[in-house]
């Protein structure tokens, strides 16, 4: 059999969450992460009040703290230091895993209209403190601060907030703003006479992004009895470099290897560090028994290639490849970006040259040639691409109303209603959609149930609206969800079976009439026990893999979810009548693997909502670029220089 040789951007298939883990950044302490956010919300004791902090530059690099998480120490290393920490690699030990990116960052562009004026002699002078809230402990946490703008009502703030963006986290923020009269930089200690306050707003990172056009405009509150302007917050994602090379590569007269055949060439890619070593990047295949070999097209990220410095060495091994692993090295040259992106043309033929070799043999020239026969650079578009473009994601939710969840009046029942807290449905839904309808203009939800006996003639129904309406089976945001299942379970009887195909195809035809690129769905389904349709809940998936949409199934109790896993094409793509799903769009996960031990509720909703939300991102990139759609222009831009009020003089 040939030998699969993974390529540096199969880790593109991997789920978000697992690329994340993985050496896309530099883990440090928390102690040291705290120092850093000390040392950058420092304030400059000097000037007009246009530093804001101490350092060199005007941007805001510090880092938001999650209390707990691996994640919330990475500290933002770019270039030479993160390629400094990379180990060299072998072709033995290549992980194509290795090179996955780091999350996508977004910078936070801040400006206020009509504050409060609190100076007696001029006008207020407003600095915006960002605070940031983490998953596991709920305390705010101070993040950094714009510069300090001296007498504006109207400030429009230099200085952004760099945040690392998770769709499938809920990340709280909060803005406070305040009329700086002193140099001190704690504002606690003031007096309240030199640091005034002039209000405060809440909203979370995906509430900014989500809004048209990236930009979210809210009251400011906080003062009784007082309007206190309001603040602007417009989000963007960092450019980093987000194209992806396509080359095709072939070899002329490579020298052979092997005693009975030829050779069966396989090339690896090494981009350079700084301190002269050098990291694997992708292998091609091997292709057999040639000494002229054509390979394949491959792709392959920019920042993978040469991290966006085009002049950077680009160092190419050539192998023959031997069962056994130990492949003999035929030669190696080296390139840059800036000619591989030139494409066909003499400057991109390569002398395979083997240095041993070389100095062995005084008539040796090199060891074949490799000429690049293409290259094509196109731009990867981003989940935030689509969401800037005015792409909304439409949220709908089915509940399992079957017998095997108890009579919801006892306390054994998975429906209970206990008045203290919430039970899993509820846990499920709230984690889920309190993260989805950021993305959703209107808030308005369908939300679906099944397997209950419906009054007042007691037939069955598999897609029963929770709030009794079969023409608007819509709910106002979360809480009108919450509430229409509650009413549920007073009047409807639950029954069985376990059939998931009608909800399905509930939200397909919904996603068949909408393929434009401007809506995505996705169906959160939880359930507690094991599906009774399993052929036709394939069937349906297998045709909604087509459509703009994905899958959450969420098991709630302890039934054994075993079958649910073949829906979950992770590991084998599912099939129906022998036919494949074009995508991955099913998540299923058991609530139960997310519970915290010690009874943290919020802890488990936020565990569960940032597994079963980390693949929505990809699954719908997949989506739009099977079908073509590009992102939407983003509408025109704020212009901060617009101001709701001239200032006085």
Not at 53 to 63: D, E, I, N, V, Y
Not at 214 to 243: F, Q, Y
Not at 541 to 561: R, Y
Request: net charge negative.
């Amino acid at each position: 059999m040939e030998p699969q040789l993974e390529s540096a951007t199969s880790c593109a298939r991997r789920s978000p969450a697992c690329r994340r883990m993985r050496s896309g950044g530099v883990e440090f302490t928390a102690s040291t992460s705290q120092t850093l956010l000390r040392k950058k919300s420092s304030f400059s004791a000097c000037g007009p009040h246009l530093g804001g902090l101490s350092g060199p530059s005007q941007l805001l690099l510090a880092r938001p703290l999650r209390c707990g998480s691996p994640r919330s120490t990475r500290a933002h290393m770019e270039g030479d230091v993160m390629d400094k920490v990379e180990a060299t690699a072998t072709v033995c030990d290549f992980d194509p895993d290795s090179g996955s990116i780091p999350a996508t960052k977004v910078e936070i562009t801040v400006s206020c209209r009509n504050l409060l004026d609190r100076d007696t002699f001029s006008k207020s002078d407003p600095l915006v403190v960002l605070y940031t809230q983490g998953v596991e402990c709920k305390q705010w946490r101070e993040f950094g601060r714009t510069e300090v703008i001296d007498n504006t009502l109207n400030p429009d703030f230099v200085r952004k907030y760099i945040l690392d963006y998770f769709f499938e986290e809920k990340q709280n923020l909060r803005f406070d703003v305040y009329d700086i009269d002193s140099k001190s930089p704690d504002l606690a200690k003031h007096p309240t006479d030199f640091n005034d306050f002039l209000g405060q707003v809440y909203c979370t990172l995906g509430e900014i992004v989500g809004s048209p056009a990236s930009r979210l405009e809210k009251p400011l509150g906080g003062i009784p009895g007082k309007k206190c302007g309001t603040i602007v917050l417009s989000a963007e994602e960092l450019g980093n470099c987000r194209d992806y090379a396509t080359m095709q590569f072939s070899a002329n007269k490579l020298d052979k290897k092997d005693f009975f055949g030829k050779s069966d060439p396989f090339m690896v890619f090494y981009r350079s560090n700084e301190d002269g070593t050098f990291t694997i990047c992708h292998k091609t295949e091997v292709v057999k028994n040639t000494l002229n070999p054509v390979w394949q097209p491959f792709s392959i990220p920019v920042r993978g290639l040469c991290n966006g410095d085009y002049d950077r060495t680009i160092k190419v091994e050539v192998y023959d490849w031997d069962r056994d692993g130990s492949h003999d090295f035929i030669g190696e040259f080296t390139t840059r970006y800036k000619d591989l992106c030139r494409g066909l043309n003499q400057l991109n033929v390569y002398e395979v040259v083997n240095a041993k070799k070389k100095i062995k043999k005084k008539r040796y020239i090199n060891s074949g040639t490799v000429s690049l026969l293409s290259c094509n650079v196109e731009s990867e578009h981003t989940f935030l691409d689509y969401i800037k473009g005015g792409t909304q994601i439409h949220f709908t939710v089915a509940i399992d109303f079957t017998a095997s969840n108890g009579n919801p009046s006892q306390s054994t029942s998975l429906h209970y209603m206990n008045p203290y807290q919430m039970n899993a449905y509820a846990m499920a839904l709230k984690a889920v959609g309190e993260i989805i309808q950021d993305y959703d203009s209107d808030k308005m939800f369908p939300a679906l149930g099944f397997g209950a006996k419906l009054p007042p003639d007691g037939r069955v129904s598999h897609e029963f609206p929770l709030n009794g309406n079969v023409e608007n089976p819509f709910c106002n945001g979360m809480e009108g969800i919450l509430e229409a299942y509650h009413q549920s379970l007073k009047t409807v009887q639950l029954y069985g079976p376990t059939n998931f195909s009608p909800v399905v195809n509930h939200v397909a035809r919904y996603a068949a009439a909408v393929q434009d690129g401007s809506q995505y769905f996705v169906l959160l389904i939880i359930t507690d026990g094991v599906i009774s349709d399993m052929a036709q809940t394939k069937e349906a998936i297998v045709n909604a893999a087509k459509l703009p949409m994905s899958i959450i199934i969420v098991g709630v109790g302890q039934a054994e979810f075993d079958a649910m896993v073949e829906l979950d094409g992770d590991d084998i793509r599912i099939s129906s009548r022998g036919k494949l799903a074009e995508r991955d769009i099913v998540q299923f996960v058991p609530f139960r693997d997310y519970m915290d031990r010690t009874g943290n509720h919020v802890l488990s909703m936020a565990r569960l909502a940032k597994d079963v939300l980390a693949e929505i991102p990809e699954q719908l990139i997949s989506s739009m670029k099977s079908r073509g759609i590009k992102p939407n222009p983003v509408p025109p831009a704020y212009s901060p220089g617009e101001q709701l009020q001239t200032d006085l003089v």
